[in-house]
Protein backbone atom coordinates (compact mmCIF):
# COMPACT_ATOMS: atom_id res chain seq x y z
CA UNK A 1 0.00 0.00 0.00
CA UNK A 2 2.90 2.30 1.03
CA UNK A 3 3.99 2.03 -2.47
CA UNK A 4 0.85 2.39 -4.26
CA UNK A 5 -0.29 5.19 -2.53
CA UNK A 6 1.27 8.19 -3.44
CA UNK A 7 0.86 7.73 -7.25
CA UNK A 8 -2.99 8.49 -6.44
CA UNK A 9 -4.43 11.72 -6.34
CA UNK A 10 -5.36 12.90 -2.84
CA UNK A 11 -8.67 12.10 -3.13
CA UNK A 12 -8.77 9.01 -4.52
CA UNK A 13 -5.73 7.75 -1.65
CA UNK A 14 -8.70 9.22 1.23
CA UNK A 15 -10.86 7.26 -0.73
CA UNK A 16 -9.35 4.20 -0.92
CA UNK A 17 -8.53 4.59 2.97
CA UNK A 18 -11.70 4.92 4.18
CA UNK A 19 -12.57 1.54 1.82
CA UNK A 20 -10.02 0.25 3.30
CA UNK A 21 -11.11 0.88 7.33
CA UNK A 22 -14.55 0.27 6.52
CA UNK A 23 -13.94 -3.26 5.36
CA UNK A 24 -12.30 -4.69 8.00
CA UNK A 25 -14.78 -2.96 10.70
CA UNK A 26 -17.26 -4.25 8.55
CA UNK A 27 -15.94 -8.25 9.45
CA UNK A 28 -15.79 -6.91 12.92
CA UNK A 29 -19.43 -6.11 12.79
CA UNK A 30 -20.53 -9.14 10.85
CA UNK A 31 -18.83 -11.48 13.45
CA UNK A 32 -20.42 -9.22 16.29
CA UNK A 33 -24.09 -9.55 14.69
CA UNK A 34 -23.85 -13.34 14.66
CA UNK A 35 -22.64 -13.55 18.43
CA UNK A 36 -25.28 -10.96 19.44
CA UNK A 37 -27.86 -13.29 18.00
CA UNK A 38 -26.19 -16.45 19.47
CA UNK A 39 -26.60 -14.75 22.59
CA UNK A 40 -30.28 -13.87 22.27
CA UNK A 41 -31.33 -17.20 21.35
CA UNK A 42 -29.02 -19.22 24.14
CA UNK A 43 -30.36 -16.89 26.78
CA UNK A 44 -34.09 -16.70 25.87
CA UNK A 45 -33.60 -20.48 24.20
CA UNK A 46 -36.27 -19.79 21.64
CA UNK A 47 -34.59 -22.80 19.89
CA UNK A 48 -32.56 -25.18 21.32
CA UNK A 49 -29.21 -24.68 22.35
CA UNK A 50 -27.46 -27.04 20.46
CA UNK A 51 -29.53 -25.95 17.55
CA UNK A 52 -28.22 -22.22 17.90
CA UNK A 53 -24.64 -23.93 18.47
CA UNK A 54 -24.85 -24.37 14.61
CA UNK A 55 -25.40 -21.37 13.47
CA UNK A 56 -21.63 -20.11 12.70
CA UNK A 57 -21.27 -23.10 10.52
CA UNK A 58 -24.10 -21.51 8.10
CA UNK A 59 -24.05 -17.61 8.65
CA UNK A 60 -20.10 -16.75 8.88
CA UNK A 61 -19.15 -18.13 5.89
CA UNK A 62 -22.28 -16.55 3.94
CA UNK A 63 -21.41 -13.20 5.39
CA UNK A 64 -17.70 -13.66 4.56
CA UNK A 65 -16.41 -14.13 7.91
CA UNK A 66 -14.35 -17.35 7.61
CA UNK A 67 -14.48 -20.22 5.21
CA UNK A 68 -17.03 -23.14 5.92
CA UNK A 69 -13.75 -25.54 6.71
CA UNK A 70 -12.41 -23.46 9.21
CA UNK A 71 -15.41 -23.08 11.14
CA UNK A 72 -16.54 -26.96 10.86
CA UNK A 73 -13.15 -27.99 12.32
CA UNK A 74 -13.93 -26.29 15.78
CA UNK A 75 -16.84 -28.56 16.01
CA UNK A 76 -14.52 -31.91 17.24
CA UNK A 77 -11.03 -29.96 17.95
CA UNK A 78 -9.07 -32.07 20.50
CA UNK A 79 -11.27 -30.35 23.43
CA UNK A 80 -13.79 -32.22 22.37
CA UNK A 81 -12.29 -35.36 22.21
CA UNK A 82 -10.95 -34.83 25.48
CA UNK A 83 -14.45 -34.08 26.52
CA UNK A 84 -15.80 -37.37 24.31
CA UNK A 85 -13.10 -39.31 25.81
CA UNK A 86 -14.23 -38.24 29.03
CA UNK A 87 -17.88 -38.83 29.08
CA UNK A 88 -17.54 -42.41 27.69
CA UNK A 89 -15.29 -43.83 30.66
CA UNK A 90 -17.55 -42.01 33.04
CA UNK A 91 -21.09 -43.95 30.83
CA UNK A 92 -19.30 -46.82 31.76
CA UNK A 93 -19.00 -46.28 35.37
CA UNK A 94 -22.70 -45.46 35.30
CA UNK A 95 -23.17 -48.45 33.45
CA UNK A 96 -22.20 -51.01 36.16
CA UNK A 97 -23.33 -48.78 38.74
CA UNK A 98 -19.75 -48.21 40.21
CA UNK A 99 -20.83 -44.68 41.33
CA UNK A 100 -23.34 -46.26 44.17
CA UNK A 101 -21.45 -48.78 45.77
CA UNK A 102 -18.75 -45.96 45.88
CA UNK A 103 -21.44 -43.68 47.45
CA UNK A 104 -23.00 -45.99 50.16
CA UNK A 105 -19.71 -47.51 51.27
CA UNK A 106 -18.28 -43.72 51.95
CA UNK A 107 -21.81 -43.14 53.72
CA UNK A 108 -21.75 -46.49 55.68
CA UNK A 109 -17.84 -45.35 56.77
CA UNK A 110 -18.53 -41.64 57.87
CA UNK A 111 -21.77 -42.45 59.87
CA UNK A 112 -25.46 -41.33 60.37
CA UNK A 113 -25.25 -38.61 62.65
CA UNK A 114 -27.15 -35.74 61.27
CA UNK A 115 -23.94 -33.32 60.54
CA UNK A 116 -22.16 -36.41 58.98
CA UNK A 117 -24.61 -37.71 57.31
CA UNK A 118 -25.14 -34.29 55.49
CA UNK A 119 -21.28 -33.51 54.91
CA UNK A 120 -21.29 -37.44 53.65
CA UNK A 121 -23.81 -36.83 51.13
CA UNK A 122 -21.37 -33.50 49.71
CA UNK A 123 -18.28 -35.26 50.13
CA UNK A 124 -19.69 -38.22 47.73
CA UNK A 125 -21.73 -35.88 45.14
CA UNK A 126 -18.88 -33.50 44.26
CA UNK A 127 -16.32 -36.43 44.68
CA UNK A 128 -18.66 -38.55 41.79
CA UNK A 129 -19.21 -35.48 40.17
CA UNK A 130 -15.37 -34.54 39.42
CA UNK A 131 -15.87 -37.74 36.94
CA UNK A 132 -18.94 -38.28 35.52
CA UNK A 133 -21.94 -35.77 35.18
CA UNK A 134 -23.65 -33.28 37.61
CA UNK A 135 -26.47 -34.15 36.41
CA UNK A 136 -26.44 -38.37 36.51
CA UNK A 137 -24.61 -38.11 39.71
CA UNK A 138 -27.84 -35.77 41.57
CA UNK A 139 -30.15 -37.54 40.26
CA UNK A 140 -28.24 -41.02 41.62
CA UNK A 141 -27.67 -39.28 44.95
CA UNK A 142 -31.66 -37.71 45.10
CA UNK A 143 -33.18 -41.28 45.68
CA UNK A 144 -30.51 -42.17 48.29
CA UNK A 145 -31.34 -39.23 50.14
CA UNK A 146 -35.32 -39.71 49.92
CA UNK A 147 -34.78 -43.00 51.02
CA UNK A 148 -32.88 -42.44 54.05
CA UNK A 149 -35.35 -39.30 54.83
CA UNK A 150 -38.34 -41.43 54.50
CA UNK A 151 -36.92 -44.22 56.66
CA UNK A 152 -36.35 -41.70 59.04
CA UNK A 153 -39.52 -40.41 59.12
CA UNK A 154 -41.04 -43.59 59.52
CA UNK A 155 -39.45 -44.47 62.63
CA UNK A 156 -39.99 -41.20 64.23
CA UNK A 157 -43.90 -41.76 63.27
CA UNK A 158 -43.17 -45.40 65.01
CA UNK A 159 -41.85 -43.49 68.53
CA UNK A 160 -44.85 -40.70 68.09
CA UNK A 161 -47.26 -43.61 68.37
CA UNK A 162 -45.42 -44.78 71.20
CA UNK A 163 -45.32 -41.79 73.21
CA UNK A 164 -48.95 -41.37 73.04
CA UNK A 165 -49.77 -44.74 74.01
CA UNK A 166 -47.80 -43.44 76.70
CA UNK A 167 -49.68 -40.08 77.36
CA UNK A 168 -52.72 -42.23 77.09
CA UNK A 169 -51.83 -44.34 79.50
CA UNK A 170 -50.99 -41.08 81.79
CA UNK A 171 -54.69 -39.62 80.75
CA UNK A 172 -56.21 -43.11 82.13
CA UNK A 173 -54.44 -42.96 85.71
CA UNK A 174 -54.02 -39.28 86.09
CA UNK A 175 -57.51 -37.72 84.25
CA UNK A 176 -55.28 -35.16 82.62
CA UNK A 177 -54.56 -34.71 78.80
CA UNK A 178 -50.73 -34.12 78.93
CA UNK A 179 -48.98 -31.20 76.54
CA UNK A 180 -47.19 -31.68 73.41
CA UNK A 181 -44.85 -28.46 72.75
CA UNK A 182 -42.61 -30.88 70.62
CA UNK A 183 -44.68 -32.05 67.84
CA UNK A 184 -45.21 -28.95 65.86
CA UNK A 185 -41.19 -27.86 66.44
CA UNK A 186 -40.02 -31.26 65.83
CA UNK A 187 -42.32 -30.92 62.22
CA UNK A 188 -40.83 -27.74 61.37
CA UNK A 189 -37.09 -29.21 62.36
CA UNK A 190 -38.24 -32.33 60.26
CA UNK A 191 -38.67 -30.15 57.23
CA UNK A 192 -35.75 -27.73 57.66
CA UNK A 193 -33.98 -31.04 57.68
CA UNK A 194 -34.94 -31.92 54.62
CA UNK A 195 -34.79 -29.04 52.88
CA UNK A 196 -30.96 -29.06 53.95
CA UNK A 197 -30.36 -33.11 53.00
CA UNK A 198 -31.60 -31.97 49.39
CA UNK A 199 -30.12 -28.78 48.85
CA UNK A 200 -26.70 -30.28 49.49
CA UNK A 201 -26.63 -32.55 46.92
CA UNK A 202 -27.46 -30.16 44.20
CA UNK A 203 -24.98 -27.62 45.57
CA UNK A 204 -22.16 -30.36 46.01
CA UNK A 205 -22.91 -31.63 42.32
CA UNK A 206 -22.03 -27.80 41.14
CA UNK A 207 -18.87 -27.39 43.09
CA UNK A 208 -17.69 -31.21 42.51
CA UNK A 209 -17.08 -30.68 38.81
CA UNK A 210 -14.99 -27.35 39.17
CA UNK A 211 -12.15 -29.76 40.70
CA UNK A 212 -11.40 -31.58 37.36
CA UNK A 213 -11.16 -30.35 33.65
CA UNK A 214 -13.42 -32.88 32.23
CA UNK A 215 -15.85 -32.39 35.42
CA UNK A 216 -18.12 -29.75 33.52
CA UNK A 217 -18.64 -27.79 30.26
CA UNK A 218 -17.12 -24.58 31.63
CA UNK A 219 -13.93 -25.79 32.42
CA UNK A 220 -13.64 -27.43 28.91
CA UNK A 221 -14.64 -24.06 27.42
CA UNK A 222 -11.49 -22.86 28.49
CA UNK A 223 -9.35 -25.46 27.81
CA UNK A 224 -10.37 -25.13 24.46
CA UNK A 225 -10.38 -21.28 23.91
CA UNK A 226 -7.01 -20.82 25.69
CA UNK A 227 -5.85 -23.22 22.44
CA UNK A 228 -7.64 -21.28 20.25
CA UNK A 229 -6.78 -17.62 21.29
CA UNK A 230 -3.42 -18.94 22.50
CA UNK A 231 -2.22 -21.52 20.00
CA UNK A 232 1.48 -21.53 21.40
CA UNK A 233 0.15 -21.19 25.71
CA UNK A 234 2.71 -24.49 26.49
CA UNK A 235 -0.17 -26.66 27.76
CA UNK A 236 -0.39 -24.24 30.42
CA UNK A 237 -3.94 -25.46 31.24
CA UNK A 238 -4.12 -29.09 31.55
CA UNK A 239 -5.76 -31.71 33.89
CA UNK A 240 -2.92 -31.89 36.13
CA UNK A 241 -2.48 -27.89 37.00
CA UNK A 242 -5.85 -27.70 36.41
CA UNK A 243 -6.37 -30.09 39.65
CA UNK A 244 -3.85 -28.30 41.40
CA UNK A 245 -5.64 -25.12 41.48
CA UNK A 246 -9.10 -26.29 41.45
CA UNK A 247 -9.04 -29.07 43.79
CA UNK A 248 -8.32 -27.05 46.87
CA UNK A 249 -10.55 -24.65 46.11
CA UNK A 250 -13.69 -26.58 45.80
CA UNK A 251 -12.24 -28.38 49.33
CA UNK A 252 -12.76 -25.03 50.61
CA UNK A 253 -15.67 -24.41 49.09
CA UNK A 254 -17.28 -27.61 50.35
CA UNK A 255 -16.42 -26.97 53.64
CA UNK A 256 -17.97 -23.48 53.95
CA UNK A 257 -21.04 -24.30 52.17
CA UNK A 258 -21.71 -27.66 54.74
CA UNK A 259 -21.18 -24.92 57.42
CA UNK A 260 -23.87 -22.75 55.99
CA UNK A 261 -26.34 -25.24 55.07
CA UNK A 262 -25.46 -26.60 58.90
CA UNK A 263 -26.46 -23.17 60.37
CA UNK A 264 -29.05 -22.31 58.25
CA UNK A 265 -31.00 -25.93 58.51
CA UNK A 266 -29.84 -27.20 60.92
CA UNK A 267 -28.26 -24.91 63.69
CA UNK A 268 -24.69 -25.49 65.18
CA UNK A 269 -25.86 -27.68 67.93
CA UNK A 270 -22.21 -29.81 68.13
CA UNK A 271 -23.83 -32.15 70.66
CA UNK A 272 -27.52 -32.87 68.93
CA UNK A 273 -25.87 -32.93 65.17
CA UNK A 274 -22.47 -34.68 65.74
CA UNK A 275 -23.93 -36.69 68.33
CA UNK A 276 -20.99 -35.95 70.80
CA UNK A 277 -20.84 -38.71 73.29
CA UNK A 278 -24.19 -39.99 72.77
CA UNK A 279 -25.35 -43.43 71.09
CA UNK A 280 -27.70 -43.41 67.84
CA UNK A 281 -31.02 -42.86 67.63
CA UNK A 282 -34.05 -45.01 66.17
CA UNK A 283 -33.64 -42.50 63.69
CA UNK A 284 -29.96 -43.24 62.87
CA UNK A 285 -30.13 -46.52 63.05
CA UNK A 286 -33.01 -46.68 60.37
CA UNK A 287 -30.98 -44.37 58.63
CA UNK A 288 -28.07 -46.70 58.40
CA UNK A 289 -29.72 -49.77 57.76
CA UNK A 290 -31.65 -48.42 54.43
CA UNK A 291 -27.82 -47.49 53.31
CA UNK A 292 -26.69 -51.31 54.59
CA UNK A 293 -29.89 -52.53 52.61
CA UNK A 294 -29.03 -50.70 49.22
CA UNK A 295 -25.39 -51.90 49.77
CA UNK A 296 -26.55 -55.72 50.11
CA UNK A 297 -28.66 -55.21 47.12
CA UNK A 298 -25.42 -54.53 44.89
CA UNK A 299 -24.02 -58.10 46.14
CA UNK A 300 -19.86 -58.11 46.18
CA UNK A 301 -18.34 -56.44 43.47
CA UNK A 302 -18.66 -58.30 39.85
CA UNK A 303 -15.40 -58.78 37.33
CA UNK A 304 -16.68 -55.91 35.10
CA UNK A 305 -17.35 -53.55 37.99
CA UNK A 306 -13.56 -54.20 38.89
CA UNK A 307 -12.27 -53.53 35.10
CA UNK A 308 -14.19 -50.28 35.27
CA UNK A 309 -12.72 -49.40 38.21
CA UNK A 310 -9.27 -50.64 36.63
CA UNK A 311 -9.65 -48.49 33.68
CA UNK A 312 -11.18 -45.56 35.64
CA UNK A 313 -8.05 -45.64 37.68
CA UNK A 314 -5.38 -46.21 34.86
CA UNK A 315 -7.15 -42.67 33.17
CA UNK A 316 -6.47 -40.56 35.56
CA UNK A 317 -2.91 -41.54 36.31
CA UNK A 318 -2.21 -41.33 32.45
CA UNK A 319 -3.54 -37.44 33.32
CA UNK A 320 -1.56 -36.39 35.56
CA UNK A 321 1.54 -37.97 34.55
CA UNK A 322 1.32 -36.88 31.18
CA UNK A 323 2.82 -33.60 31.98
CA UNK A 324 3.04 -32.97 35.23
CA UNK A 325 5.50 -29.90 35.28
CA UNK A 326 8.08 -31.12 37.77
CA UNK A 327 9.50 -33.92 35.61
CA UNK A 328 9.38 -35.08 32.49
CA UNK A 329 6.05 -36.73 32.12
CA UNK A 330 5.50 -40.39 30.01
CA UNK A 331 4.67 -38.49 27.01
CA UNK A 332 8.01 -37.06 26.56
CA UNK A 333 9.95 -40.07 27.77
CA UNK A 334 8.48 -42.92 26.12
CA UNK A 335 7.54 -40.96 23.06
CA UNK A 336 9.82 -38.50 20.48
CA UNK A 337 8.32 -35.19 20.85
CA UNK A 338 5.41 -36.30 22.44
CA UNK A 339 4.94 -33.22 24.47
CA UNK A 340 4.20 -31.75 21.50
CA UNK A 341 1.87 -33.63 20.00
CA UNK A 342 0.10 -36.10 22.88
CA UNK A 343 -2.16 -33.79 24.62
CA UNK A 344 -5.04 -35.16 27.57
CA UNK A 345 -7.26 -36.45 24.63
CA UNK A 346 -4.88 -39.29 23.41
CA UNK A 347 -5.00 -41.06 27.04
CA UNK A 348 -9.39 -40.40 27.01
CA UNK A 349 -9.82 -42.47 23.87
CA UNK A 350 -7.51 -45.06 24.32
CA UNK A 351 -8.96 -45.63 27.54
CA UNK A 352 -12.96 -45.45 25.64
CA UNK A 353 -11.66 -47.84 22.94
CA UNK A 354 -10.53 -50.43 26.03
CA UNK A 355 -14.24 -50.50 27.48
CA UNK A 356 -15.32 -51.52 24.32
CA UNK A 357 -12.93 -54.47 23.53
CA UNK A 358 -12.51 -55.93 27.70
CA UNK A 359 -15.03 -58.32 27.99
CA UNK A 360 -17.95 -57.98 30.78
CA UNK A 361 -17.36 -61.65 32.39
CA UNK A 362 -14.64 -63.75 32.84
CA UNK A 363 -13.31 -65.97 30.02
CA UNK A 364 -14.61 -69.26 29.93
CA UNK A 365 -10.86 -71.82 29.14
CA UNK A 366 -12.64 -74.88 30.42
CA UNK A 367 -16.61 -74.90 28.72
CA UNK A 368 -16.35 -75.44 24.97
CA UNK A 369 -19.97 -74.80 24.12
CA UNK A 370 -19.69 -71.29 25.87
CA UNK A 371 -17.58 -68.33 23.90
CA UNK A 372 -14.52 -67.64 24.85
CA UNK A 373 -15.49 -63.63 25.22
CA UNK A 374 -18.14 -62.33 26.66
CA UNK A 375 -19.90 -59.16 25.66
CA UNK A 376 -17.82 -56.00 26.04
CA UNK A 377 -17.83 -53.82 29.14
CA UNK A 378 -19.52 -50.96 26.67
CA UNK A 379 -21.92 -51.13 23.95
CA UNK A 380 -21.85 -48.36 21.40
CA UNK A 381 -25.78 -48.36 21.92
CA UNK A 382 -25.90 -47.34 25.31
CA UNK A 383 -23.28 -44.46 24.66
CA UNK A 384 -25.17 -43.43 22.37
CA UNK A 385 -28.27 -43.36 24.73
CA UNK A 386 -26.31 -41.64 27.43
CA UNK A 387 -23.77 -39.25 25.69
CA UNK A 388 -24.87 -35.28 25.98
CA UNK A 389 -24.33 -34.59 22.22
CA UNK A 390 -26.04 -31.34 23.14
CA UNK A 391 -23.41 -30.24 25.00
CA UNK A 392 -20.31 -31.32 22.37
CA UNK A 393 -22.44 -29.01 19.76
CA UNK A 394 -22.42 -26.47 22.50
CA UNK A 395 -18.93 -26.72 23.07
CA UNK A 396 -17.87 -26.75 19.19
CA UNK A 397 -20.19 -23.81 18.50
CA UNK A 398 -18.36 -21.84 21.19
CA UNK A 399 -14.73 -22.82 19.52
CA UNK A 400 -16.24 -21.47 16.26
CA UNK A 401 -17.40 -18.13 17.94
CA UNK A 402 -13.72 -17.61 19.43
CA UNK A 403 -11.72 -18.50 16.32
CA UNK A 404 -13.79 -16.25 14.37
CA UNK A 405 -13.49 -13.41 17.00
CA UNK A 406 -9.80 -13.63 16.75
CA UNK A 407 -9.14 -13.73 12.99
CA UNK A 408 -12.01 -11.16 12.03
CA UNK A 409 -10.18 -8.33 14.71
CA UNK A 410 -13.20 -7.88 16.89
CA UNK A 411 -10.93 -9.31 20.28
CA UNK A 412 -8.50 -6.98 19.23
CA UNK A 413 -11.41 -3.95 18.68
CA UNK A 414 -13.41 -5.18 22.05
CA UNK A 415 -9.31 -5.07 23.71
CA UNK A 416 -8.79 -1.82 22.75
CA UNK A 417 -12.19 -0.47 24.00
CA UNK A 418 -11.34 -1.96 27.18
CA UNK A 419 -7.54 -0.12 27.54
CA UNK A 420 -9.23 2.65 30.61
CA UNK A 421 -9.82 -0.94 32.88
CA UNK A 422 -5.83 -0.80 32.92
CA UNK A 423 -6.11 1.38 36.25
CA UNK A 424 -8.02 -0.81 38.37
CA UNK A 425 -5.97 -3.42 40.63
CA UNK A 426 -6.37 -6.96 38.75
CA UNK A 427 -7.78 -8.08 42.04
CA UNK A 428 -10.76 -5.99 41.99
CA UNK A 429 -11.31 -6.56 38.09
CA UNK A 430 -11.30 -10.47 38.84
CA UNK A 431 -14.13 -10.38 41.58
CA UNK A 432 -15.87 -7.85 39.65
CA UNK A 433 -16.15 -10.13 36.82
CA UNK A 434 -17.18 -13.26 38.98
CA UNK A 435 -19.76 -11.50 40.36
CA UNK A 436 -21.13 -11.20 36.99
CA UNK A 437 -20.83 -14.01 35.61
CA UNK A 438 -22.52 -16.10 38.65
CA UNK A 439 -25.53 -13.55 38.27
CA UNK A 440 -25.67 -13.96 34.43
CA UNK A 441 -25.05 -17.93 34.77
CA UNK A 442 -28.39 -18.01 37.17
CA UNK A 443 -30.48 -17.56 34.40
CA UNK A 444 -28.26 -18.67 31.28
CA UNK A 445 -26.55 -21.99 30.23
CA UNK A 446 -23.31 -22.67 32.39
CA UNK A 447 -21.06 -23.34 28.74
CA UNK A 448 -22.78 -20.82 27.25
CA UNK A 449 -22.04 -18.22 29.67
CA UNK A 450 -18.38 -19.10 29.65
CA UNK A 451 -18.77 -19.32 25.73
CA UNK A 452 -19.88 -15.73 25.82
CA UNK A 453 -17.40 -13.94 28.31
CA UNK A 454 -14.24 -15.88 27.94
CA UNK A 455 -12.95 -14.20 24.62
CA UNK A 456 -14.10 -10.82 25.97
CA UNK A 457 -12.20 -11.49 28.94
CA UNK A 458 -9.40 -12.52 27.12
CA UNK A 459 -9.78 -9.28 25.24
CA UNK A 460 -9.64 -7.15 27.86
CA UNK A 461 -6.30 -8.87 29.47
CA UNK A 462 -5.15 -7.93 26.28
CA UNK A 463 -5.56 -4.29 26.35
CA UNK A 464 -4.76 -3.53 30.39
CA UNK A 465 -1.49 -6.33 30.11
CA UNK A 466 -2.33 -8.64 32.71
CA UNK A 467 -2.00 -12.69 32.57
CA UNK A 468 -4.91 -14.16 30.58
CA UNK A 469 -5.64 -16.86 33.31
CA UNK A 470 -5.85 -13.80 35.92
CA UNK A 471 -9.48 -13.02 34.94
CA UNK A 472 -10.32 -16.15 32.72
CA UNK A 473 -10.08 -18.72 35.87
CA UNK A 474 -12.58 -17.05 37.75
CA UNK A 475 -14.77 -16.48 34.98
CA UNK A 476 -14.97 -20.13 34.20
CA UNK A 477 -14.90 -21.29 37.82
CA UNK A 478 -18.19 -18.58 38.62
CA UNK A 479 -19.93 -19.72 35.36
CA UNK A 480 -20.78 -23.06 37.33
CA UNK A 481 -21.75 -21.06 40.33
CA UNK A 482 -25.50 -21.29 39.50
CA UNK A 483 -27.25 -21.78 42.95
CA UNK A 484 -29.85 -19.76 43.20
CA UNK A 485 -32.96 -20.90 40.80
CA UNK A 486 -34.23 -24.74 40.01
CA UNK A 487 -33.72 -23.54 35.94
CA UNK A 488 -30.20 -22.44 36.42
CA UNK A 489 -28.77 -25.94 36.18
CA UNK A 490 -30.33 -29.60 35.89
CA UNK A 491 -29.22 -30.78 39.70
CA UNK A 492 -31.26 -27.66 41.28
CA UNK A 493 -34.20 -28.92 38.54
CA UNK A 494 -33.80 -32.64 39.90
CA UNK A 495 -33.95 -31.42 43.61
CA UNK A 496 -36.39 -28.83 43.00
CA UNK A 497 -39.19 -31.85 41.73
CA UNK A 498 -38.64 -33.79 44.72
CA UNK A 499 -41.25 -31.07 46.46
CA UNK A 500 -38.98 -30.48 49.72
CA UNK A 501 -38.16 -27.14 48.90
CA UNK A 502 -39.64 -23.61 47.59
CA UNK A 503 -37.82 -21.18 44.90
CA UNK A 504 -37.54 -18.78 47.98
CA UNK A 505 -35.85 -21.16 50.05
CA UNK A 506 -33.40 -21.56 47.34
CA UNK A 507 -32.85 -18.10 46.37
CA UNK A 508 -32.04 -17.44 50.11
CA UNK A 509 -29.56 -20.00 50.40
CA UNK A 510 -28.13 -19.24 46.91
CA UNK A 511 -26.93 -15.81 47.57
CA UNK A 512 -24.83 -16.73 50.28
CA UNK A 513 -23.36 -19.60 48.16
CA UNK A 514 -22.77 -17.50 45.19
CA UNK A 515 -20.73 -15.05 47.54
CA UNK A 516 -18.76 -18.17 49.50
CA UNK A 517 -18.09 -19.05 45.48
CA UNK A 518 -16.39 -15.83 44.42
CA UNK A 519 -14.64 -15.18 47.94
CA UNK A 520 -13.28 -18.76 47.26
CA UNK A 521 -12.34 -18.15 43.46
CA UNK A 522 -11.18 -14.61 44.36
CA UNK A 523 -8.89 -16.50 47.31
CA UNK A 524 -7.42 -19.12 45.10
CA UNK A 525 -6.65 -17.01 42.11
CA UNK A 526 -4.68 -14.34 44.54
CA UNK A 527 -2.25 -17.43 46.65
CA UNK A 528 -1.83 -20.59 45.33
CA UNK A 529 -2.78 -19.76 42.01
CA UNK A 530 -0.46 -16.64 41.59
CA UNK A 531 2.84 -19.02 41.57
CA UNK A 532 1.16 -22.15 40.04
CA UNK A 533 0.56 -20.14 36.90
CA UNK A 534 2.80 -17.04 36.94
CA UNK A 535 0.06 -14.90 36.98
CA UNK A 536 1.94 -11.45 38.27
CA UNK A 537 3.63 -11.40 34.47
CA UNK A 538 2.20 -10.94 31.36
CA UNK A 539 3.34 -14.09 29.43
CA UNK A 540 4.97 -13.95 26.04
CA UNK A 541 2.31 -16.56 24.29
CA UNK A 542 -0.08 -14.12 25.16
CA UNK A 543 1.86 -10.77 24.04
CA UNK A 544 2.84 -12.71 20.37
CA UNK A 545 -0.61 -13.41 19.80
CA UNK A 546 -1.86 -10.31 20.32
CA UNK A 547 0.25 -8.56 18.42
CA UNK A 548 -0.58 -11.05 15.64
Known amino acids: CETCLPQLPRSNCTL????????????????????????VYWCTEVIPLAVTSLMPVVFFPLLGVQSSKSVCLQ?????????????????????????????????LILGVKPALLMLGFMIVTAFLSMWISNTATTAMMVPIVQAVLDQMDNTEYDVTMMEQLCSLCL??????????????????????????????????????????????????VLKGQMNQLYPNNNDIVNFAS???????NMILMLILAWLWLQCSFMGLNFKKSWGCGTERTAKEKAAYNVLKAEMKKLGPISYAEFNVLLMFVLLVLLWF??????????????????????????????????????PANKPKFIDIKKPFLSAPLLDWNVVQRKMPWSIVLLLGGGFALADASA?????????????????IPPWAIATVLSLIIAVFTECTSNVATATLFLPVFSSMAASVK???????????????????????????????????????????????????????????????????????TFPTWANSTTNQ
Open 321 to 358: SRHPGFVKGWATRLFPEGEKYITDSAPAVFIALLLFIL
Open 75 to 107: YLNDTNMLFVGGLIVAISVEQWNLHKRIALRVL
Open 407 to 423: NSGLSAWLGHQMTPLGS
Open 171 to 220: VISNGQVPDDPRSSEEKKMRKRICKGMTLCVCYAASIGGTATLTGTGPNM
Open 242 to 248: WFGFAFP
Open 466 to 536: IHPLYVMLPGTLSASFAFMLPVATPPNAIVFSYGHIRVLDMVRSGIVMNIIGVFCVTLAINTWGRPMFELD
Open 16 to 39: FLCLNVSSIMLQEAKCAYIIIIMA
